[in-house]
T-cell receptor, first 112, second 116 residues
Framework: GQQLNQSPQSMFIQEGEDVSMNCTSS?????WLWYKQDPGEGPVLLIA?????ELTSNGRLTAQFGITRKDSFLNISASIPSDVGIYFC????????????FGTGTRLTIIP | GAGVSQSPSNKVTEKGKDVELRCDPI?????LYWYRQRLGQGLEFLIY????????KSGLPSDRFSAERTGESVSTLTIQRTQQEDSAVYLC??????????????FGPGTRLTVL
């Protein structure tokens, strides 16, 4: 099935550093979402974006819904050990169709 | 527990055998979804249910895959004549309502299927 293009594929950073990852699509989405997945667990929603251009924060996390509706980014400031995991973007194509299309994931590792 | 539960957590089977994967959604959630996650990949949509009906089955990879939901609660994903390419984690999610705006999907821990 279709997957969104997400980059980078992996990141190795030191604690305290800021992180940025992004997601692009050839299709327009009406909703963009960012999830985090820990090993052996299902994804957990971090941020949901509903309007083109919208910038939303959740603690140290900030995400934006691109103006073209074809992209989104997620920033994490001042990373901490519990930020380790895999981050996925996801898009919902149309209102009334709950099917989500996921990105390929960004694996975040914090170097001690 | 209040979350989505799935069973079994792990399933190892031989090629050609049938398997059934179970999902118990959060009580009261009318919508239920199945996704597949291959190793190192994102989630791929398989099917969703609104109540006991499945308006969108477009993600099912082949006719070996089927799913049903009963009592607007438990759902079963069945894979017949399993192939090695079916090896993946199968994730279930549920949400409160359907339509209008995005309704958060809450995911279970998944069933890891290994086909030998």
């Amino acid at each position: 099935g279709q997957q969104l293009n997400q980059s980078p594929q992996s990141m190795f950073i030191q604690e305290g550093e800021d992180v940025s990852m992004n997601c692009t699509s050839s299709s327009i989405f009406n909703t963009w979402l960012w999830y985090k997945q820990d090993p052996g667990e299902g994804p957990v929603l971090l941020i949901a974006l509903y309007k083109a251009g919208e910038l939303t924060s959740n603690g140290r996390l900030t995400a934006q819904f691109g103006i073209t509706r074809k992209d989104s980014f997620l920033n994490i400031s001042a990373s901490i050990p519990s930020d380790v995991g895999i981050y996925f973007c996801a898009g919902q194509l149309n209102f009334g169709n709950e099917k989500l299309t996921f990105g390929t994931g960004t694996r975040l590792t914090i170097i001690p | 527990g209040a979350g989505v539960s799935q069973s079994p957590s792990n399933k190892v089977t031989e090629k050609g055998k049938d398997v059934e994967l179970r999902c118990d959604p959060i009580s009261g959630h009318t919508a239920l979804y199945w996704y597949r996650q291959r190793l190192g990949q994102g989630l791929e949509f398989l099917i969703y249910f609104q109540g006991n009906s499945a308006p969108d089955k477009s993600g099912l990879p082949s006719d070996r895959f089927s799913a049903e939901r009963t009592g607007e609660s438990v759902s079963t994903l069945t894979i017949q004549r399993t192939q090695q390419e079916d090896s993946a984690v199968y994730l279930c999610a549920s949400s409160l309502v359907f339509g209008v705006n995005y309704n958060e999907q809450f995911f279970g821990p998944g069933t890891r299927l290994t086909v030998l």
